[in-house]
């Protein structure tokens, strides 16, 4: 199976992955950054794991959903990808995760993007990157004011799908 068989079967069986573009634009980190260590909230069944993971980072990913979490397991055999998936609410597993990323994705429950955002920031590199999907959505408000306003952080928007952040740890 390619990485575009399985976008096709996630849309048909209505897997909540990333869009096409975002998909582009985080392959295109991946590449500029070759990151070590990519730390995601929200792996689902693995789609965009398997992008961040593909250059041979070591990803570590944080997923409540158990049967979900399984599927994803598989999904990072097929394609090599060396990950860690840690099973729960990534507002509690965040605590058991250790070191510094040169890569967050965040892209789980929105209402928590602002509320973790000092525990991600803490675990990001210097001159790592926060990519965060979904932030025009209302409830990514305070995240965004958050992200824009953060003395040590200098963000872009990416007006793709429902909106992407990028953040870069000054
Ligand atoms: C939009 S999907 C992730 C899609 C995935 N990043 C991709 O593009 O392939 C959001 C995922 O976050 C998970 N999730 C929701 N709340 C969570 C939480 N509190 N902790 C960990 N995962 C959570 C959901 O179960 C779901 O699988």
Redesign the pocket.
Known sequence: MDLKQLERE?LRRG????GEE?SQILEFFVELLRPKKVL??????????IILGSEGAKLTT????KK?AAEAKENFTKFNIDAKIIV????Q?IKEVRGKFDII?L???KR?YNKILPVLFEKLNNKGILIA??VLFDKCKDFKESVLSHPKLKTMFIRVGHGLSVSIKK
């Not at 897997?15 to 990333?18: C, E, H, K, L, T």
């Not at 995601?40 to 794991?49: D, I």
């Not at 944080?62 to 959903?65: A, G, K, M, T, V």
């Not at 729960?88 to 507002?91: F, I, N, P, S, T």
């Open positions: 996630c897997v909540p992955i990333i975002e995601e909230l929200g792996t689902a069944n693995g789609y965009s794991g944080l997923e409540i959903d979900i729960g609410d990534a507002l597993t994705f892209d789980f429950t928590n999907d979904d």
